[in-house]
């Protein structure tokens, strides 16, 4: 798995175990990263703690998956105007163009649909949002932009 993006080492590498117990620790660490920067509002860091939240919890059922014991690496980088999100495990990987497409919003077979929420609702949330698998893992990216950048 490669490194934060770009030359600077991330700002914070947070590594917790695969449990559930630990996504208010994940979110609260990747909220106070993103409080540094002034120029991210409430609402923008709430999102961000949601799609962190989202893809911590992928990871810790791709773990639960194998039965490994390995950790959750999260990596939390404040740039100029943006901050980037990386959630890295050990599980298996998956492709992202396998996962069925949701029903529309006003469709009603909408209101049972109990999983395969987290990967549209990461994408919604956040900025830019990535995949990347290989055989040691997978590292999902998370980026969101300050509303000053977004509103050149």
């Given at each position: 798995?490669?490194?934060?993006?770009?030359?600077?080492?991330?700002d914070v590498v947070l590594e917790i175990p695969a449990r559930a117990e630990y996504l208010e620790l994940v979110r609260s660490v990747v909220a106070a990263a993103a409080y540094t920067?002034?120029?991210?509002?409430?609402?923008?860091?709430?999102?961000?703690?949601?799609?962190?939240?989202?893809?911590?919890?992928?990871?810790?059922?791709?773990?639960?998956?194998l039965g490994t014991d390995h950790r959750i690496e999260v990596r939390c980088q404040v740039g100029d105007e943006k901050i980037e999100v990386e959630v890295c495990d050990r599980g298996p990987g998956f492709?992202?163009?396998?996962?069925?497409?949701?029903?529309?919003?006003?469709?009603?077979?909408?209101?049972?649909w109990e999983s395969g929420l987290g990967i549209p609702l990461m994408q919604q949330l956040t900025d830019e949002t990535e995949w990347e698998s290989d055989d040691d893992g997978t590292v999902v990216r998370?980026?969101?932009?300050?509303?000053?950048?977004?509103?050149?």
């Open positions: 798995m490669s490194p934060a993006r770009g030359d600077d080492q991330p920067d002034p120029g991210f509002g409430d609402d923008r860091i709430n999102d961000l703690r949601i799609a962190v939240s989202e893809a911590t919890t992928n990871a810790i059922r791709a773990h639960a998956t492709d992202p163009d396998s996962i069925p497409a949701l029903p529309d919003p006003e469709d009603p077979s909408r209101l049972f998370l980026v969101v932009y300050t509303a000053a950048y977004l509103n050149r």
